[in-house]
């Protein structure tokens, strides 16, 4: 009887692990932290090495701040963090556990870094030089915060001119084929960038570099879907699903998003809509959201008859308008921002084992 006993009971919790995809993977956190002295307010270099302090543009204690909050709020033990402080090359860095210990060294290096050298800002370098830190393997966030354009330092590095900008996305982008789970937020505290660069940055490839440009953000929020397959089944009358959410930040009350449910054409017959019962304006609560698809009990048997035993789809989640909820001086991203959703349409079969002893 004992035998039997744990068997059931290895089989009621094994079961459940295979048929929910999650997301099982360390989450690196690395911060590219452009150190320059223009991000102290400092303009108007000369050729005497003097300057002028303009203090409206002195945001290098604001941009500690983000940084430590996003560190701050980092779950123990859930990866590495790694911060990179440049100018016209790495100047100092930091690689650690995300331990309490190694999460307060984190924070005390952002604090008491101190450099005062006037040089030219290099976002190329630093960029190149962060993804050789990337585990394919792992999730990876990449937080680039600079006010900077890229200098002309093709002196240094013939790779390293005005434009280099262009060339790197590109290799970032091609390097998220492999490493579907990195996603970089290239924060730009330059509103003046050229349209050529910014539409690079932002389009390129914008599932995995998100972009924002303005004062520094209050908070850099994370949002991550745990379970990358959503699955029902009609022939049960399931309707109803909910996504767990693993969250870094705090996420205000006033958070709303959106949600898209797409079936391809080919998937069920041309008479045949399948839609969420609310599209619009879901909260997170809890950590979770549940939805519920929207078919009468008629539509229910029609498609239980006629749609095949299995079929796919994709629900994308999509931020609501960040300014007009009053949460313009925040960042706040799914990463990743879509999921597989499956409905099958057969009875489940049954697993019957019995032990001879």
Known sequence: ???QTRLYILILYLFPQLLLAQIDKKVNHIFLWDVTQSMKGVVNYRSDNDYDIDESKNIYADVQDVIIN???????ESGEILILAFQDKVIAEINVESSAVGIQEAIQFVKTLENDNLTRTNICGAWQYAMTKINPKEKNLIYLLTDGEQSDLSDKNPKWGKDCIFDVVKAY???????KFTYTFYISLNTQLSSAIK????????????CSEGTPPSQIIDIQPNRLNQVINIQDGELNFTQNFDITGKLPDAFRYDVVLSIPSDQLSSDTRLRLKQSKGYQITNDKTTFALDLSPSQLKELQLNAPEEFYGTLYYKKQDLNSLGL?????????NKVKFTIRNRKEKTLKITILE
């Open 1 to 3: 009887m004992k035998k």
């Open 199 to 210: 539409n690079t940055i932002c389009q390129t490839c914008p599932e995995n570099l998100r």
């Open 328 to 336: 313009g001086n925040q960042i706040i991203e799914f990463t990743p």
């Open 173 to 179: 982008c091609k390097l998220t084929e492999n490493s």
């Open 70 to 76: 996003v560190i701050s709020e980092i779950e123990e």
